[in-house]
């Protein structure tokens, strides 16, 4: 089993619409969370850290069950400019800081 | 000002080539890494340093030795180059090793490609 699965997608949406991707994790020892975003040919970038009371920034939203071990991410009212590679990253407990990457999930918002 | 830069953006060589890749933050962070992303995607920590001190090394081949001359550089040196090793390299850093909820820096990326 992976270490951080995600579906692939892609996700195709139009403009306003919701959508929510999913990851799940292997080690339930794992310390902390967080999704970052992919452009095309670019470098990946925090997009919000995620904490185990769930948080909220603007239009996404990341949610956090340890229990089942998946991770979630929301995004209300998609613009096109969401239209990225949305990253699940966990950090095993092994070492202080690093970090496994999921393969990625491809959102592509269209107008 | 870019927070963390490498150089080359592009390189292209031919397989048993040896050949280097700088990072350089200039955010004054205490941690840099190195990953490499292949043509599926996924992102792989290589290694990573505190203050120059390997902290992380993963199961890469010797032929990569990455050197930190100082805690805001951090090269990767390869050498004898295979098909393998075409991929996107990543530099990035992070304040504090110790503390899991740092966010890590990308630099921009170099594609390396074996001919």
């Known amino acids: 089993r992976k270490e951080v699965e995600q579906d692939p997608g892609p996700f195709n949406v139009p403009e306003g619409a919701t959508v929510a991707f999913n990851c799940t994790y292997s080690?339930?020892?794992?310390?902390?969370f967080f999704w970052y975003r992919q452009d095309c040919r670019k470098e990946p970038k925090l997009l919000m850290s995620?904490?185990?009371s769930g948080n909220e920034d603007g239009r996404f939203t990341a949610q956090l069950n340890r229990a089942s071990q998946y991770i979630s991410l929301l995004i209300r009212d998609s613009k096109l400019s969401d239209s990225a590679t949305y990253l699940c990253?966990?950090?095993?407990?092994?070492?202080?800081?690093?970090?496994?990457f999921g393969a990625g999930t491809i959102l592509r918002v269209k107008s | 000002d870019t927070a963390v830069s490498q150089t080359p953006k592009y390189l292209v060589t031919q397989m048993g080539n040896d050949k280097s890749i700088k990072c350089e933050q200039n955010?004054?962070?205490?941690?840099m890494y190195w990953y490499k992303q292949d043509s599926k995607k996924f992102l792989k920590i290589m290694f990573s340093?505190?203050?120059?001190?390997?902290?992380i090394n993963e199961t890469v081949p010797n032929r990569f030795s990455p050197k930190s001359p100082d805690k805001a550089h951090l090269n990767l040196h390869i050498n004898s180059l295979e098909l393998g090793d075409s991929a996107v390299y990543f530099c990035?850093?992070?304040?504090?090793?110790?503390?899991?909820?740092?966010?890590?820096?990308f630099g921009p990326g170099t594609r390396l490609t074996v001919l």
């Open positions: 990035a850093s992070s304040q504090d090793a110790g503390s899991s909820y740092n966010e890590q820096f």
């Open positions: 080690n339930s020892a794992s310390q902390s």
């Open positions: 995620v904490y185990s």
């Open positions: 990253v966990v950090n095993p407990p092994e070492y202080g800081n690093k970090l496994v």
């Open positions: 955010l004054g962070h205490d941690t």
């Open positions: 340093y505190n203050n120059k001190e390997l902290i």
